[in-house]
């Protein structure tokens, strides 16, 4: 058993129990049902229920070579954390993510969710460490992940890490050249709200190098054209792909912020009651409550 296997054996042992079971089915057309809890290039690890209740599940290990393919469970797990990624639970994204890794690159695993959710929560933190290794693992994922769709998520989690670095010129052009893709108008509403966001990183460094930007013209002109640009970019997903909830109130959010830099409170304060009427069950909802309490005059 190599390193791989015994990391992930101690995180299926830190985690909570997961119930639903997995079915590995072999080439000669027989099953076996049980959880994959770890695996090396070589086996994976089967943990089969035992069939007298208080007594320990059984062990066994299956050769790779022999397994036709496996059909993964749901992951109680990744369904909980999914719902509340909050900085708080980083360390159990983190077991869950060691729970997973071997099988990024094998089909139908639950894997790179896992590690995408990790790479999420590590984006929350103002650690610049975190930020690197959420840079990281969202390459990895990018390269290893057996589904093009997790692959293309990892894309948009990296350019995000990179934003949060301070990588902005980095990250704006990636995302520029993936905005001139037509085949997905989703990753199209994703690229447009991480344009938006380096728009409004641009903004902020600019305002903060240029305290009396309002006496130079260029930077003046600049700030304009960030702020047009932040704009338009935030809130096309509400104007054009209003049913796409999770982006268009994401979209208004950033606007929100936009609003915020360039100093219109009035306006920030409208798309914040936009998400709260419109958008009430995003995650988006409850910081826009908290922005409308806090500017209440």
């Not at 639903?20 to 229920?49: H, K, M, W």
């Not at 199209?188 to 902020?204: G, S, V």
């Not at 460094?205 to 006496?215: A, G, H, V």
């Amino acid at each position: 058993m190599n390193k791989i296997t015994l990391a992930i054996g101690w995180a299926a042992a830190t985690l909570p129990a997961v119930t639903a079971q997995d079915t590995v089915e072999y080439l000669d057309g027989n099953t076996r049902r049980g959880r994959i809890v770890g695996a090396d290039e070589r086996v994976f690890q089967l943990s089969i229920p035992a069939p007298i209740p208080g007594q320990q599940p059984a062990m066994i290990t299956i050769i790779r070579s022999s397994v036709d393919k496996i059909l993964f469970g749901p992951d109680p797990d990744i369904e909980t954390l999914s719902k509340d990624p909050v900085l708080a639970r980083l360390a159990f994204a983190r077991l869950l993510w060691r729970r997973q890794e071997p099988f990024l690159a094998v089909p139908e695993s639950h894997a790179a969710k896992a590690g995408m959710l990790y790479g999420e929560i590590l984006l929350l933190s103002s650690d610049p460490a975190r930020q690197t290794e959420a840079l990281n693992l969202f390459e990895r994922i990018e390269k290893e992940a057996w589904d093009p769709t997790d692959r293309e998520t990892a894309t948009r989690g990296r350019l995000k890490a990179l934003l949060r670095l301070g990588r902005v010129d980095e990250a704006s052009a990636e995302a520029q050249a993936l905005a001139g893709r037509d085949d997905d108008p989703g990753l199209l509403l994703e690229t447009k709200l991480l344009l938006a966001q380096t728009r409004i990183a641009a903004l902020r460094e600019l305002l903060d190098d240029n305290p009396r930007w309002s006496e130079d013209p260029p930077v003046r002109s600049q700030r304009k054209q960030l702020l047009d640009d932040a704009l338009d970019l935030s809130l096309h997903p509400f104007l054009f792909h209003g049913t796409a909830h999770e982006q268009a109130a994401q979209g208004l959010w950033l606007a929100h912020e936009a609003y915020l830099l360039a100093g219109d409170t009035a306006a920030a304060r409208e798309v914040a009651s936009d998400i709260v009427s419109i958008y009430p069950e995003t995650r988006y909802a409850g910081p826009a409550r908290e922005a409308l309490l806090e500017s209440k005059p």
